[in-house]
């Protein structure tokens, strides 16, 4: 596909072939695969010669496809000794429409702070809500990070009652039950919006 300016618009389809990646990186919408770029959404072309970026613009009201350093929300659906599995339910600046890529999620153990953590069970439990970083997208699940001060459970549920706890002190407790527990927590804990 040849452009005469800065930029060339067309529209395309998921699957449509864009053009090789010794010409062009594969923008929003668009993937590389074998040395040739393809759309994965529909929409408008948009080939940025002055960044040699390929990119679709889409004309429907879908999310932009997950890359590195996207900021995501999801639900934590299970803890395993090394690793929680999360459900992703939402893209920062996006979180009104559904996400179009693969919304399974992992954080690591190594992946959960910046100090370490001896067991993940102590840092996430089923039915938190975490803000996290997107550091994979290779795969069949998405890999995350929780690994600074924003980031983390933004609302944690009791692990005995499964009300919402609250922070008290830095501490997290149930209102309810009284149950004290630990997670790790966003630095805005509760007053996250998504």
Known sequence: ???????????VIPGDYIGV???FLPGNGAYEENGKIYATLVGNLDLDMSRRSASVVSKTNVVPQLKEGD????EVVSVKPQMVYV????????ADKKLSANTKARIYVSQT???????????????DIVRARVVDTQGDAVRLSTAEDNLGVIRAVCGVCKKTLQMKDGKLECEYCSSKETR????DYLKAKL
């Open 87 to 94: 459900d992703l339910l939402a893209l920062e600046g996006y």
């Open 1 to 11: 596909m040849e452009a005469n300016g800065e930029t060339k618009k067309e529209f």
């Open 21 to 23: 990646a010794e010409e």
């Open 71 to 74: 900021i995501v929300y999801g």
């Open 184 to 187: 790790k927590t966003a630095s």
């Open 113 to 127: 702070d910046k100090k370490y953590v001896k067991t993940i069970s102590t840092e996430f439990r089923n039915g």
